[in-house]
């Protein structure tokens, strides 16, 4: 699920893989790598996405 939703909140705001990347403070290819279910951000991380995107943790997560 997250990996899904992390690039529909991605591509709803015009920005890719390298964009948000650098806008996290990531080295390059770490969203493609969330997106493509190879990894998973932490769980500050988390927090700070679902921040940055204005939506509940739970969405961006798939939690009930």
Partial sequence: MFAQKIRELRLSRNLSEAALDEIFGL???TV???EHGFAYPDDELIDDIAEYFKIKRS????AA
């Fill in 59 to 62: 969405e961006l997560i798939g």
């Fill in 27 to 29: 080295m390059r290819g």
């Fill in 32 to 34: 493609a790598n969330w």
